[in-house]
């Protein structure tokens, strides 16, 4: 089973930036595609962004396209999120999740998630 763990979050002002980082137990971890997704208080957890197993196709939520970068190192077994630009909008709990292969923007499809790491940004 493949386990995740986030890091990277923090307290930041409007206008920073932070990276956030999703590291993964396995070494199959290469063959899993990843999403970041986020949950505000009072909201419901939406997506934020994805790639698939080899790097080559990423997805991102049109709220986040040009301030959000999502990549991966497999050899390192972790995903990275960067994150400019913030908004106090994007204050929320993100959560990397795995599923194989290819890029799903629905949450229920990813079988293992991270416990996540907090973003605030203030104004």
């Known amino acids: 089973q493949v386990q995740l763990v986030e890091s990277g979050g923090g307290l930041v002002q409007a206008g920073g930036s932070l990276r956030l980082s999703c590291a993964a137990s396995?070494?199959?971890?290469?063959?899993?595609?990843v999403g970041w997704f986020r949950q505000a208080p009072g909201k419901e957890r939406e997506f934020v962004a994805g790639?698939?197993?080899?790097?080559?196709?990423?997805s991102y939520a049109d709220s986040v396209k040009g301030r959000f970068t999502i990549s991966r190192d497999n050899a390192k077994n972790t995903v990275y999120l960067q994150i400019n630009s913030l908004k106090p909008e994007d204050t929320a709990v993100y959560y990397c999740?795995?599923?194989?292969?290819?890029?799903?923007?629905?949450?229920?499809?990813?079988?293992?998630w991270g416990q996540g790491t907090q973003v605030t940004v203030s104004s």
């Open positions: 396995e070494r199959t971890f290469g063959n899993y595609a």
């Open positions: 999740a795995g599923r194989p292969l290819t890029i799903r923007l629905d949450g229920w499809a990813y079988s293992y």
């Open positions: 790639i698939s197993w080899s790097g080559g196709t990423t």
